[in-house]
């Protein structure tokens, strides 16, 4: 949960500049990236709540982040270049964080 909120004050502080990027030349749909943001910070959060030190956890998160862009069919690469380029574009990304965090709402009621 605290990774999920550290993400939204990234994206409220963080994307404040009106700087945009030219579109990566290989787009990850928004729905798609959405979805794939949400996967990782599921995994980065069980990592962080189970394990607690970064430094304990960091190779089996690069390993199942990894799974998660094969899935996906993405390079981590990708993946960044993408990031960036939805993170410019303050309006879209909030409602990409907004969509993971009631996804992950609805996933807690579902337990």
Partial sequence: ????????????????????????????????????????????SYFQHKFGIPSSYKEALKISVDRVFKKHGVTSKNYEENFRFYATQYEVFSEMNKKIIEQQNKNLLTY
Avoid: R
Wanted: overall charge negative; aromatic content about 2%.
């Fill in 1 to 44: 949960m605290k990774l999920l909120v550290a993400l939204l004050l990234l994206c409220l502080f963080g994307c404040s500049a009106e700087e945009k990027l030219n579109e990566p030349k290989q787009l990850i749909e928004k729905g798609e990236m959405t979805q794939i943001m949400g996967e990782i910070a599921l995994l980065e």
